[in-house]
């Protein structure tokens, strides 16, 4: 356990004297409320219906066009009809508890990110109420009950959709998605309406992933941080940084957020941790608000302070020095629905893409630009990796300039690195890099153009079609960027780009794996960096991963023949295990911490704006 200092005692008062919750449950929403009076209704009570004057409700009500705000009504239509529209889900044998069977599942959504009133549970509430207390008259009860019956179809066909396959197609949303996400044939689409046992078929399919349900867990728990009014913002007006030693008046509202969700204790996994031996002081403590800590004055900067600065900075993929800088008070400054919508987010993407359970695979998640290589689930080594430059970025000053100067349009280049998927199959040793067009364009013309010697030094080779020539004779200046007859070749050596090994997978957009002579970047938090490949820290590590089993090739054959000099030297995996280039912004890691990074690619602002139009659809049918 890590020492408390005193000034930090006071602080936790303010964290730790949280209102009592043992009158209290989760709502629908996942929000927290205190529990009413209301009776539960005792099942299988004698029904207020035939099952005659049921069918003739649903009848008259897909016949006449009166069907409730529905997503599926054709599907409905078409099913009711097909059963001569006897009910789904009550009958006279089993009411109410085949729908009370399946509520809660709807009711709990929440907890998988989803919102209850997407499966009409406010609607199905109050209409069972009404049924059940007898607040509507015995003619009308046929009527409301066919819409309930109509209502939980709808919803549980939405709800299983959702967490099969995902609410979004991930490819309307995002262009640069290339993974594969799976679809419901209309079998599976209708599997709920035609099982036996609804609620044991809604159990059966929640995800078991357990990275999911790690999620999960921390959504849950974040969510309870709502209610908590401690959570305000830290004013960071006219503060470039603060450094260990210094003294702040900021400083109480950051080791609260800090004590808040755990990196101060060093319990971070999950946020309101309290301390055992803290209890007894925090329940005798009284509450203080914001503004009294600020009364308190300026506090000290102290190592345990840095320390748990350090860990925060680890957790949301900053650079871990421990300077209290504006992106560090910008990290703390996000809201709780920002950083519930991320794991949403998250959430939303597990349920897109299956992973195996068995076997080997590779995944490269671009957000936290690292790599895991999985073996039956269990992730046998990782490390960082650089990824392509953001499209805001990517700009080329000299082709810029250029194409400004001529009068031509230019255009950015996206390099971002896509969502992919593919099977890698063979290692390529000492590679040659053939400059893509696109690059050869807009940075090496220029840079030959500037300096007569840079070709030779880094190794270049220029053809003019397939013919070699001697670029030492070219004059640069007489030619135009945009229609450049020439292509570069890069020889393997210390100075190529791909450094002394790539690792190629089958995908159509030139993408794949590679050594980089580039370590600097390794050392930076944000590492988006490259042209759209991936540039991994340690390539041998790498390899010997995926010649774990081969007969013929082991790491040390491989170095012996980086060392020989052979140019571009093929060697085949015997075991091609499948490579996902993913993209998470957040995951509870192997410790059991739950991570954040930035959005690098705006991916994550694209799934706001549909879920945010998806929410608008859905209440403008209510």
Not at 14 to 41: E, M, W, Y
Request: aromatic share 10%; charged share 20%; hydrophobic share 40%.
């Amino acid at each position: 356990m890590i020492p408390l200092s005193r000034q930090y005692l006071l602080i936790i008062a303010t964290v730790c004297c949280l209102p009592s919750f043992t009158a209290c449950f989760s709502q629908s929403d996942g929000s927290i409320a205190h529990a009413d009076n209301t009776r539960a209704v005792a099942a299988d009570q004698r029904p207020p219906f035939t099952e005659e004057q049921l069918r003739d409700a649903i009848e008259e009500i897909c016949t006449a066009g009166k069907l409730p705000a529905v997503v599926y009504r054709d599907t409905l239509l078409q099913e009711y009809r097909g059963r001569d529209y006897s009910p789904l889900w009550i009958q006279e044998d089993a009411w109410p508890s085949r729908i009370q069977s399946v509520l809660p599942w709807l009711s709990n959504s929440w907890e998988h990110g989803l919102k209850p009133d997407w499966y009409h549970v406010s609607e199905l509430r109050s209409a069972i109420a009404a049924s059940m207390s007898g607040g509507v008259s015995p003619d009308q009860q046929p009527a409301l009950l066919a819409r309930i019956d109509i209502l939980l179809s709808d919803a549980v066909l939405q709800y299983a959709k959702h967490l099969r396959y995902g609410i979004f197609d991930p490819r309307s949303i995002d262009p640069a998605f290339y993974l594969p996400a799976r679809a419901p044939s209309r079998r599976d689409f209708l599997e709920p309406l035609k099982s036996v046992n609804v609620a044991a078929y809604l159990r059966n399919i929640q995800p078991r992933d357990p990275r999911y349900r790690a999620l999960q867990s921390a959504l849950r728990e974040w969510k309870t941080m709502k209610r908590d009014p401690r959570w305000v913002r830290i004013p960071s007006a006219g503060i470039q940084k603060i450094v260990h030693g210094d003294t702040s008046s900021i400083l109480p509202l950051i080791a609260q957020r800090l004590l808040m969700t755990g990196e101060l204790t060093g319990s971070y996994r999950s946020p309101m941790k309290m301390i055992s031996v803290l209890d007894e002081l925090a329940t005798k403590a009284y509450a203080l608000d914001s503004t009294r800590l600020q009364v308190l004055g300026p506090m000290l900067y102290d190592s345990m302070l840095v320390k748990a600065v350090m860990r925060y900075q680890l957790r949301h993929g900053l650079l871990p020095d421990g300077v209290i800088g504006v992106r560090t008070i910008a990290r703390m400054n996000r809201t709780l629905d920002e950083y519930i919508d991320q794991v949403e987010h998250t959430l939303e993407r597990f349920r897109w893409v299956h992973y195996p359970t068995n076997g080997r695979y590779v995944m490269v998640n671009i957000p936290a630009f690292w790599l895991y290589a999985v073996e039956n689930g269990e992730v046998q080594t990782d490390m960082a990796v650089c990824t392509g430059l953001p499209s805001a970025l990517s700009y080329d000053p000299s082709y810029a300039r250029h194409m400004r100067e001529t009068n031509q349009h230019y255009a950015r280049k996206n390099y971002e690195t896509p969502q992919l998927h593919g099977t890698l199959t063979h290692l390529i040793l000492n590679p040659v890099w053939n400059v893509p067009p696109s690059i050869g364009a807009r940075e090496t013309y220029f840079s030959a153009l500037k300096d007569p010697s840079y070709l030779r030094r880094k190794g270049y080779r220029v053809y003019l079609r397939d013919s070699l020539v001697d670029h030492s004779t070219i004059d640069w200046s007489k030619y135009n960027p945009r229609n450049l007859p020439f292509r570069f070749a890069q020889a393997p050596g210390n100075a190529n780009a791909l450094g002394n090994i790539k690792f190629m997978f089958n995908n159509e957009h030139s993408i794949y794996l590679h050594d980089t002579p580039q370590q600097w970047a390794f050392n930076r938090a944000s590492r988006a960096v490259s042209h759209g490949c991936v540039r991994i820290a340690k390539p041998m590590e790498f390899a010997r991963f995926l010649l774990k089993g081969s007969e013929q090739w082991d790491v040390n054959k491989v170095q012996q023949m980086i060392r020989s000099g052979a140019h571009a030297r093929p060697v085949p995996l015997a075991h091609k295990p499948p490579l996902y280039i993913d993209y998470y912004t957040s995951w509870v890691d192997s410790s059991g911490v739950l991570q954040f990074r930035d959005d690098v690619y705006r991916k994550d602002a694209l799934l706001s704006r549909a879920f945010a139009s998806y929410t608008r659809s859905r209440a403008r049918m209510r």
